[in-house]
């Protein structure tokens, strides 16, 4: 069975850092991209980052370029998002999520809750 | 960046209608659009990929169509589990982007 475990959010103060941890099993790791998804309270969702199964290919977001950084550790199936000078608009659930054979997402973490907050 | 825009923003239906969710793109996306629901509190799902192919273990009264710049979701008898909000997604190319939503609630 394909799980994914989102793990780090919590309550920081604007211009702080949070690292995302996002935990698989059931798949064969390497072979898959992940991206993290993101969600403001009670708004859409919008994309904020992929990297590829050998982090290769990595990709953001223009809203967190330069802030966000992406990685993975195939050994530990492991995917990262380390989230430097944090802002009031970062506050949202941060899902993590299994990339499909071309861009879709197939699996699905519960979601990491970071808020940002003076 | 390719803009998604769903309609309509909110769908009052009953149970057993038929309904129609339509999404556009700004631009081409071929057919790579995948359509996800998300319940309160919830992580989405995936409903459909590659514009009309149903994701396994999804009901057969889902159904996607379209190419190009438009496409839809149909629900063909919708079903109490059916009420929350969907969402379009192009992967065509990055910046991948969702539509807006559209919550489907009860009439």
């Known amino acids: 069975e394909v799980q994914l475990v989102d793990s780090g959010g919590g309550l920081v103060q604007p211009g702080e850092s949070l690292r995302l941890s996002c935990s698989a099993s059931?798949?064969?790791?390497?072979?898959?991209?992940i991206s993290w998804v993101r969600q403001a309270p009670g708004k859409g969702l919008e994309w904020v980052s992929y990297?590829?199964?050998?982090?290769?290919?990595?990709w953001y977001a223009d809203s967190v370029k330069g802030r966000f950084t992406i990685s993975r550790d195939n050994g530990n199936n492991a995917v990262y998002l380390q989230m430097n000078n944090l802002r009031a608009e970062d506050t949202a659930v941060y899902y993590c999520a299994r990339v499909g054979s071309r861009g879709y997402f197939d699996f699905w973490g519960h979601g990491a809750l970071v808020t940002v907050s003076s | 960046d390719i803009q998604m825009t769903q309609s309509p923003s909110t769908l009052s239906a009953s149970v057993r209608d038929r309904v129609t969710i339509t999404c556009r793109a700004s631009q081409t996306v071929n057919s790579w659009l995948a359509w996800y629901q998300q319940k309160p509190g919830k992580a989405p799902k995936l409903l459909i990929y590659?514009?009309?192919s149903l994701q396994s273990g999804v009901p057969s009264r889902f159904s996607g169509s379209g190419s190009g710049t438009e496409f839809t979701l149909t629900i063909s008898s919708l079903q109490p589990d059916d009420f929350a909000t969907y969402y379009c997604q192009q992967y065509n190319s990055f910046p991948w982007t969702f539509g807006q939503g559209t919550k489907v609630d009860i009439k």
């Open positions: 590659k514009a009309s």
């Open positions: 059931g798949f064969i790791f390497s072979s898959h991209a």
């Open positions: 990297i590829g199964g050998s982090s290769i290919t990595i």
